[in-house]
């Protein structure tokens, strides 16, 4: 089984910034991709950014250069950087892994945090 934590959400006025991290633990034997999702009330679950194992990054275009996300491979851990806030940034945050759990498991499976909250006022 495999656990993905978030942390770091919380409330920012506008122009503000901050920073979510996600630890992932259990039965790891590799893992691929992992990225940051948001879902705000009434909307589908969208991607933020993600990023591979070999360092390849992607953004949404609507938080392309004020969000970095960045990983510790050593510790498992996935970080989101997130500047310049706007209101429309407010949703539940949600980290995801694509992680391959044992070398016998030749793909990844997708495993997902409970979500954090980040709420950004005007």
């Known amino acids: 089984q495999v656990q993905l934590v978030e942390s770091g959400g919380g409330l920012v006025q506008a122009g503000g910034s901050l920073s979510l991290s996600c630890a992932a633990s259990g039965s790891i034997f590799s893992i691929i991709a992992l990225g940051w999702y948001r879902q705000a009330p009434g909307k589908q679950r969208e991607l933020v950014a993600k990023?591979?194992?070999?360092?390849?990054?992607t953004y949404a275009s609507s938080v392309e250069g004020r969000f970095t996300i960045s990983r510790d491979n050593a510790k498992n851990m996935v970080y989101l950087q997130m500047n310049s806030l706007k209101p429309e940034d407010t949703a539940v945050y949600y980290c995801k892994g694509d992680v391959r759990p044992t070398y016998y498991h030749r793909f990844g499976y997708e495993y997902w945090g409970q979500g954090t909250q980040v709420t950004v006022s005007s």
């Open positions: 990023i591979t194992n070999g360092g390849s990054t």
